[in-house]
Nanobody
């Protein structure tokens, strides 16, 4: 079975940092792309960032460019999302997904999803 496990969420003050992890099992990790998505209360799920494991091609939503950095560790089948300069509007449940998307941040193009981790940015 394919499993994706997201972790690293928590409560952080505005301007703070968090690092999320997404660990995958049951799939050929290096042949997939991993995307991070988030869903705030009352809002649709939106794409945040993406990385193609085989060549480290990445993409970011405009709202997080310059603040978030995505990276991967193939030895650990893990993708990280380093989130800096966090804002209250970054508060959401963050989930990771695996697939072969032609449009990197489009959620419908991902095949496998993990459960989310809650990020709360508040003073």
């Amino acid at each position: 079975d394919v499993q994706l496990q997201a972790s690293g969420g928590g409560l952080v003050q505005p301007g703070g940092s968090l690092r999320l992890s997404c660990t995958a099992s049951g799939l050929a990790f290096n042949s997939y792309a991993i995307g991070w998505f988030r869903q705030a209360p009352g809002k649709e799920r939106e794409g945040v960032s993406y990385i193609k494991i085989s060549d480290n091609t990445s993409a970011y939503a405009n709202s997080v460019k310059g603040r978030f950095t995505i990276s991967s560790d193939s030895a650990k089948n893990t993708v990280y999302l380093q989130m800096n300069s966090l804002k209250p509007e970054d508060t959401a449940v963050y989930s990771c997904a695996a697939g072969h998307p032609t449009i990197p941040l489009l959620r419908y193009e991902y095949d496998y999803w993990g459960q989310g981790t809650l990020v709360t940015v508040s003073s």
